[in-house]
């Protein structure tokens, strides 16, 4: 990796306000500086192996198993690479069924255990080597999060909806009003008399939903 990479990579780690530390003893620090503020990225970096493997494992299996791929891929392109757990990573790997994920589950789990071994391990004591590793994998870990994150949206309005729905149909009058009482203790005017409003258009149509249907059963 060229020095201004890994300067760019260190900088980027740092706080904003804490941007230009090396600008006097470094005298490339300031152009690469520039640089970092003309492109914007949304992939994550990671200082050591710790952080990037939490993210790692906040991925359901699907991402998991890309990420191990990557990893297997890199060391297909860099068999220099040393650790005393890549063995055992490739074992473990090479039982993952990548057209079958599903009945590959228990194996992804342990080929993530022995890639953070292997990781950690080269992070300690070649960290260079391992900020190679972390520039061709946290494109895919970032990827792999945001569509994670994409899924969980959806489930959440999903099962929050439905909730809404039920309390919609069923809630007794009183209840309702505690809760348009709470709106508007909670936010003020003009915000309060519409959220209220639209609470009760939620109302109004899981009515004619629950009217509609139970003409339907008739």
Known sequence: MADKEVL???LSMLPEEFQ???DDT???AKEVRKKMGKKVSSVKSYSCAMPMFEDIRKLNYKGQAKVCNTF???LKKNPKVVSFFLDRFEET???INMKDL?????WIGYAVNDMDNAISEIDYN???TFFDIEKSMSKVISK???SNSRIWKIIWISVANSVMFLMATTMMPWLMHMIKADIRNRFSEPYASMYCQQFDDFKNVADFLEFAAKLMRR
Do not use: F, T, W
């Not at 599903?102 to 228990?106: D, I, N, P």
């Open 20 to 22: 230009d530390i090396y």
């Open 126 to 128: 070649d960290p260079m």
């Open 93 to 95: 790997y090479s039982r």
């Open 72 to 74: 297997h891929q890199y």
């Open 102 to 106: 599903e009945e590959s589950v228990e």
């Open 26 to 28: 470094i005298p490339e």
């Open 144 to 146: 792999e999060l945001k």
């Open 8 to 10: 760019e990579r260190i």
